[in-house]
């Protein structure tokens, strides 16, 4: 899909390129031949430049769009090979017995040369690792040492190559990935809010959710009701991530997942994310796994996970503050 995704971008920014050469052809034309023919005058030559230089912009905005729609539509189809849907499920999992581990067993994947940031492919793995309900664990490690790939994993986005997955003991594979997906909840850096409530919505888990859109700021621009959230498109793009908190206290999942969800918040919404919400998903019995660069907040982690090339490495020393958790390895 990488390969296929960076082709169709060559394609398209190939076309544009192609485009802009034969308007300035154009417009080198009208400037510099069509006067010395004769057959036109300098005002009108003048008008039809500007004419073209006044619609320019407009049909540029257009055909950018291209892009992003046939972007859409891949993602659209995606979702419908992996099977997901944003419909509540009529009869949602029981929960799961207290104290169920989700692990993983020689866990790996493998990108194909094409798709990786080398010539040589990059891998993830093998991996043993167990994440135990009541604990949030940190995911960090360099740029490129495979967080997001592992995040991918672990939410059955991707497929593993080797290795496999265990919530409970019992193997996530094609006959439970369904059912493994329905107890996660994710938020990737990219993720979208919806404005349909993500699950029935209990007064408990509304009077929840209205105290999460108070603690990040977002009372006054939200209201939240039995039929969802009021707004979702006039919020910033920070406000979107803060309001997908929202929705994960709705969801009610055993499992939470975060890619690099504080990146672009600001310091006082950091501190509320690691110091109150996480710890607030923590003592309500869920796995907590997080994937982050912020250092000053690993004191907020029961275990902390540090990927070096796609594999677990000791924790660099200094990196951690004062109060310096556990380093997890499987």
Not at 43 to 70: D, R
Not at 114 to 129: H, N, S
Not at 280 to 285: I, V, W
Request: negative net charge; hydrophobic residues 45%.
């Amino acid at each position: 899909f990488v390969s296929e995704s960076r082709a169709a971008n060559h394609l398209f920014n190939l076309a544009v390129s192609c485009g802009q050469v034969c308007f300035f052809a154009v417009l080198g034309i009208v400037g510099l031949l069509l006067p010395s023919t004769g057959m036109f005058t300098t005002g009108i030559l003048a008008s039809f430049a500007i004419l073209i230089l006044y619609v320019l912009a407009p049909i540029e905005t257009s055909l950018n769009q291209i892009a992003s729609f046939a972007g859409a539509a891949a993602a659209v189809g995606r979702i419908g090979r992996l099977g997901l849907t944003v419909d509540i499920p009529a009869d949602p999992p029981p929960p799961p017995a207290p104290g169920s581990v989700f692990s993983c067993r020689g866990l790996s994947y493998a990108y194909a040369a094409a798709e990786a940031t080398d010539d040589g492919g990059f891998a993830v793995g093998p991996l043993d690792l167990d994440f135990r309900p009541g604990r949030i664990t940190i995911i960090s490690g360099g740029n490129g040492s495979g967080k997001t790939t592992l995040a991918k994993l672990l939410t059955g986005l991707y497929q593993p190559t080797a290795g496999c997955l265990y919530f409970a003991g019992e193997p996530v594979d094609d006959t439970t990935l369904d059912r493994h997906r329905s107890r996660i909840s994710a938020a990737f850096v990219d993720t979208m809010p919806f404005a349909r409530l993500p699950a029935p919505a209990t007064p408990e888990l509304l009077s929840r959710a209205r105290n999460c859109l108070a603690s990040f700021d977002l009372a006054s621009k939200v209201q939240l009701g039995v039929d969802g959230f009021s707004t979702i498109t006039a919020l910033s793009k920070g406000q979107q991530q803060r309001l997908l908190l929202a929705g994960i206290d709705l969801e009610n999942r055993h499992i939470a997942i975060f890619d690099e969800w504080a990146a672009n918040q600001d310091v006082e919404f950091k501190r509320a994310f690691y110091e109150t919400y996480l710890p607030g998903l923590r003592d309500q019995g869920k796995i907590v796994i997080v994937i982050s660069h912020d250092l000053h907040f690993f004191h907020s982690a029961d275990d902390v996970i540090w990927l070096e090339d796609g594999k677990v490495a000791s924790l660099p020393d200094g990196m951690a503050p004062s109060r310096r958790p556990a380093v997890a390895t499987g």
